[in-house]
Structures are given as C-alpha cells and as structure tokens.
C-alpha cells in the first residue's frame, strides 16, 4: 500500500508540472480569450488515459502500484474536470452562454472521442 501512495505522488508532481507548463504554453500562444489550455489539457489526458490504460493492462506489464500512480496520480494532477467546470460557470456568469455551450461540448465530445482513440490505437499496434 506504501508503494501505491508513494507512486501516486511522484506521478502527481509529475502531472502538475506537465498541467501548468502546458497551460503557460498554450495561453501564451493562443491567449486568454477561451480556455484552450484546459480544453488542450483535457483532451489530451483523455486520449494519455483511454492509451495507458489498455497498454498496460493487454500489452505492457506494470506492477499495479505503478499503474495506479501512473494512471490515478499523474493523469489525476494533469486533467483538469475541476477547472473546466468553474471555467464554464464564469463563461456563463459573464454572459458569454455561447462560448460556456461550445466550450461544455467540445469537451465533453473531444475528451470522450480522445480516449476511444487512445484505446484503439494502443488496441491497434
């Protein structure tokens, strides 16, 4: 059990670190106007989760400590459900319903398409 928490917080720094260094990244390339940088996030961690999760459980074998650090704490610090939610409360607050609606969606379609891709891809090779 040690070993499990202990992997989960490597892989938590490790996945705030990547978290915000994206987030600084994006925002400086496209701004502040919309939030890429959590959307980007988002996406990505889904397609990261949707791979890792069948690559290491049908092809590459990980001690479950590792795979639940891995899986739990890196991509759990990395994606970002929390900041999208407030971030679409304060589009809506500012009366900006159109981008909070496009931004709920895109989301929600992005994320959940990004981790069938990962799943299939990792399935695929």
């Not at 490790?14 to 925002?27: E, F, K």
């Not at 939030?35 to 989760?49: H, V």
């Not at 092809?59 to 900041?83: D, K, N």
Request: proline share 2%; net charge neutral; with cysteine.
């Amino acid at each position: 059990m040690f070993a499990t928490f202990g992997f989960i917080a490597i892989f938590a720094v490790l996945g705030a670190w990547a978290r915000y260094g994206q987030t600084l990244l994006v925002q400086t390339v496209f701004g502040r106007d919309f939030p890429w940088a959590t959307l980007s996030i988002n996406i990505l961690g889904c397609f990261i989760m949707g791979f890792l999760f069948f690559e290491t459980l049908e092809r590459i074998s990980l001690s479950p400590e590792l795979r639940t650090g891995m899986l739990t704490g890196g991509l759990g610090a990395y994606t970002t459900f929390s900041t999208f939610s407030l971030e679409t409360l304060v589009l809506f607050e500012n009366g900006d319903t159109t981008k909070a609606l496009i931004y709920m969606f895109a989301s929600l379609f992005l994320c959940v398409a990004a981790a069938f891709a990962g799943a299939w891809i990792s399935r695929s090779i």
